[in-house]
C-alpha cells in the first residue's frame, strides 16, 4: 500500500519530466533560432533583411484571411495529388520490378537515366505537352516524387528474405497473397524511408511549378511579393512553407508509426535482448 501511494506521485512526476524534456527537445532549438533572428534583426535598416517583428506582421496579415484559401489550400491540394498518385505508381512498380529480375534487368538501364534528370529541368517540357493548369503542376510533383518511392520499394522487395519466400510458396501461398502476407510488410520499412524522402522533394517540386504561369499558390503569391519589393511579406511566405513542411513531417510520422508499429516493436524487442 505504501509502496503504490509512493509509486504513485513518483511515475506522474516522471511522466511531466519525460514530456518536458521532450517538449525541450522538440522546440529548444527552433526557439534559440527565432531568438537569435529576433536579436539580429531588431535594428535592421536593410531592405532585404528586415526585424522579425515586420515579418510576423506581415504574416499576421497576409497568411490569416483569404490568402489562406486563395493560395495555400490550392498549393496543399495540389501537393497531396502529386505525392498520392507518386507513391501509389513507385508502389506498384516497385513491386513489379523489385519481384522480377528479368523485369528488373530490362528496366534498370533506363530508370537510371530517368533519375538522373533534375525535375525542375522538366518543367518547361512538361508545360509544352500539360499546359499550364493544375494538372501540369501535380504531374511535376509526380515526375520528381516518384523515383525515391519507386527505388526503396525495389530495394525493399530485393531484400525478403529468400528462405521466407520459399517457405510461404511451399505453403502455397503465391501472387497477391504473398505480395499481401510477406513482401509488403516486410518491404514496407524501405517503402516509407521512400515516402518521407519524396515528401520534402514534393514541396519543393510545388513551389517551383507555381513560379510558372500560375496564378495562385505559394510558389506564385512567393515570387509576386519578391518582384514588388514586399520582402516581409515575401520572407512571411517562406515561414509559412517552413511550417507546412513541419506540419505535414509530423503527420507522416504519425502515420508512420502507426504503420509500422510492429516493426519498431520488434526493433525495441531486439534493443532489448
Not at 81 to 102: D, E, K, M
Request: overall charge positive; hydrophobic content about 50%; aromatic content about 8%.
Amino acid at each position: 500500500m505504501s509502496a503504490a501511494k509512493t509509486a504513485g506521485p513518483g511515475g506522474k512526476g516522471g511522466a511531466v519530466k519525460s514530456l518536458a524534456v521532450r517538449a525541450l527537445l522538440a522546440f529548444g532549438l527552433p526557439g534559440v533560432l527565432l531568438a537569435a533572428w529576433w536579436l539580429f534583426s531588431a535594428g535592421s535598416t536593410d531592405i532585404y533583411f528586415p526585424p522579425l517583428s515586420e515579418i510576423f506582421a506581415a504574416f499576421g496579415r497576409e497568411w490569416t484571411g483569404e490568402r489562406l484559401t486563395h493560395d495555400v489550400l490550392p498549393s496543399v491540394s495540389r501537393l497531396l495529388a502529386g505525392y498520392g498518385l507518386a507513391a501509389i505508381i513507385g508502389v506498384a512498380a516497385g513491386l513489379a520490378i523489385g519481384s522480377s529480375p528479368t523485369i528488373r534487368s530490362f528496366t534498370e538501364p533506363a530508370l537510371e537515366l530517368l533519375r538522373a534528370v533534375p525535375p525542375p529541368v522538366l518543367v518547361p517540357v512538361i508545360m509544352l505537352f500539360a499546359g499550364i493548369g493544375d494538372g501540369m503542376k501535380v504531374f511535376v510533383i509526380v515526375s520528381g516524387c516518384v523515383w525515391p518511392v519507386l527505388l526503396n520499394t525495389v530495394e525493399g522487395v530485393r531484400a525478403v528474405d529468400s528462405v521466407q519466400r520459399e517457405t510461404a510458396r511451399s505453403y502455397g501461398i503465391t501472387g497477391p497473397a504473398l505480395l499481401r502476407s510477406l513482401v509488403l510488410p516486410a518491404a514496407s520499412p524501405q517503402i516509407f524511408a521512400g515516402l518521407r524522402q519524396a515528401l520534402s522533394i514534393g514541396i519543393i517540386l510545388m513551389v517551383i511549378s507555381e513560379m510558372f504561369a500560375a496564378s495562385s499558390g505559394l510558389g506564385f503569391t512567393i515570387v509576386q511579393f519578391q518582384r514588388s519589393f514586399a520582402i516581409p511579406e515575401m520572407w512571411s511566405g517562406t515561414l509559412v512553407l517552413g511550417l507546412l513542411g513541419v506540419a505535414l513531417s509530423l503527420l507522416f510520422r504519425l502515420g508512420e508509426s502507426r504503420a509500422l508499429a510492429w516493426y519498431h516493436g520488434h526493433r525495441r524487442t531486439r534493443r532489448a535482448q
